[in-house]
């Protein structure tokens, strides 16, 4: 079965500093999908970034980027310029590439706090 | 936004009380979840469907039952609430297919269910 671990629980940044999310993951299977996560304090579930087993470049979304090592099974999020709005917790999520069945769920790590400073 | 909505969105109940926890999409998404969310444990699935009639168990699904009738609704039920099912409650869809934007769930805005 895969898991996921999100070895920080807490984390805090300086507002327009960089702060880095370590997640890392266990699989068996080649092709995967990988997400972040975010929730504010509203509870709204928000995806910030994806990123596809395949891909060997990692993928950005504007002050978001990741380091996706496949070797390594790790999946971090960079967060640059940090902004007080980017306060929340973060979930890192797996999901089989297998298409159907329950390979279509996601497993969730238990998530990191991140606070920003202003 | 994707289509998703969530009934009700707080509930108080007591111990051994029937609870039906109603999700509602406009997407026509095929797959739908339910998750569990508590301090410390991130998200966990409860159930799933997979189409109209079509549900499986998740990893917390002991104490709960779900239902499809229709494409757009998703019921979960706690036949008989226990405190341990305090928890927010979270519906999500998503429309499994071959492109990258299809294995994205969208979530709804969750229920805190507390149970006493």
């Known amino acids: 079965a895969q898991t996921v671990t999100q070895s920080q629980p807490e984390m805090s940044v300086q507002e327009a500093e960089t702060v880095t999310l370590s997640c890392t993951y266990d699989?068996?299977?080649?092709?995967?999908?990988l997400f972040w996560y975010k929730q504010p304090p509203s509870r709204q579930m928000i995806l910030v970034i994806r990123?596809?087993?395949?891909?060997?470049q990692n993928a950005t979304e504007n002050r978001f980027s990741v380091n996706f090592q496949k070797a390594a099974k790790s999946f971090s999020l960079k967060i640059s310029d940090s902004q007080l709005g980017d306060a929340a917790m973060y979930f890192c999520a797996y999901r089989s590439g297998t298409l159907g069945g329950s390979q279509g769920n996601l497993i969730f790590g238990k998530g990191t706090k991140l606070s920003v400073k202003p | 936004d994707a289509g998703i909505t969530q009934s009700p969105r707080h509930k108080v109940t007591e111990t051994g009380t029937p609870v039906t926890l109603r999700c509602h999409q406009t997407e026509n998404h095929r797959y739908m979840y339910w998750y569990r969310q508590d301090p410390g444990h991130g998200l966990r699935l409860i159930h799933y469907s997979y189409g109209v009639k079509d549900t499986d168990k998740g990893e917390v699904s002991d104490g709960y039952s779900v239902s499809r009738s229709k494409t757009e609704d998703f019921l979960l039920t706690l036949e008989s609430a226990t405190s341990s099912q305090t928890s927010v409650y979270f519906c999500?869809?998503?429309?499994?297919?071959?492109?990258?934007?299809?294995?994205?769930?969208?979530f709804g805005p969750g229920t805190r269910l507390t149970v006493l």
């Open positions: 990123q596809e087993a395949y891909k060997q």
């Open positions: 999500a869809i998503s429309a499994v297919g071959a492109s990258t934007w299809a294995n994205e769930q969208f």
């Open positions: 699989t068996s299977e080649s092709d995967y999908y």
